[in-house]
Structures are given as C-alpha cells and as structure tokens.
C-alpha cells in the first residue's frame, strides 16, 4: 500500500523555524511533482509550494522568500524548511505527490496525500 507520511510538525514560536519532512513507502516506480498545502482552522485548504521532478520550483506568495522546498529523489522523499514563521502559518500542513505505483496488476499513476501534520506558530 502506497502511502506518504508527514513529520517534523510542531509547536514553534513567532519568528522560529521548523522543517517538514515527507516520505513515501510502497511500490513506487515514479515520483512526478510533490507539493504541499496547509489548511487553518475555518479555512480552506490551500496550496504553499511545489518542486517538480526536474527541481524547479514555485511559491505561494505568502511564504515566498521564507519557505523552502527541496526533494531528495534517490529516496522518494520532501522538506519543506519553513523560517521567519508567524501565527498566520498555524495549520495543518500536508504533502502530497503524483505518484506512478505498480499494484499486483497493473501500474496506476494517481495523486496521493499525506495524513497532515500540525503547525503551530505562537509564544
């Protein structure tokens, strides 16, 4: 069973920073573009950053400049290195990947997501 697992979430204060990390586990055979998005209590869920699988990158504005995003494609895996954080960052963080798996039958390329990980930001 595929699936992607989220760490490195916590409680940070204003100002602080925090790295994320995403991993996938299964039979994977292709990991196309990763991203990740966040959603705040009340809020919709929203996009924060995206590598695809050449290494380029793309920002939602409102981390531009403070997030980083990185991807590790020997092992499957994502960071997201998150500083000068604030209150408005406070959310549940998730990873998500389109993926190419093989099943007992046949390969499937689908999106997956992760179970999220909490982000709080506060003194």
């Known amino acids: 069973q595929v699936q992607l697992v989220e760490s490195g979430g916590g409680l940070v204060q204003p100002g602080g920073s925090l790295r994320l990390s995403c991993a996938t586990s299964?039979?994977?055979?292709?990991?196309?573009?990763m991203a990740w998005y966040r959603q705040a209590p009340g809020k919709q869920r929203e996009f924060v950053a995206k590598?695809?699988?050449?290494?380029?990158?793309v920002y939602a504005d409102s981390v531009n400049g403070r997030f980083t995003i990185s991807r590790d494609s020997a092992k499957n895996t994502m960071a997201l290195q998150m500083n000068s954080l604030s209150p408005e960052d406070t959310a549940v963080y998730y990873c998500?990947?389109?993926?190419?798996?093989?099943?007992?039958?046949?390969?499937?390329?689908?999106?997956?997501w992760g179970q999220g990980t909490q982000v709080t930001v506060s003194s």
């Open positions: 299964g039979s994977v055979l292709n990991v196309y573009d």
């Open positions: 998500s990947a389109d993926l190419e798996v093989i099943t007992a039958f046949q390969r499937l390329r689908n999106i997956y």
């Open positions: 590598i695809r699988r050449g290494g380029s990158t």
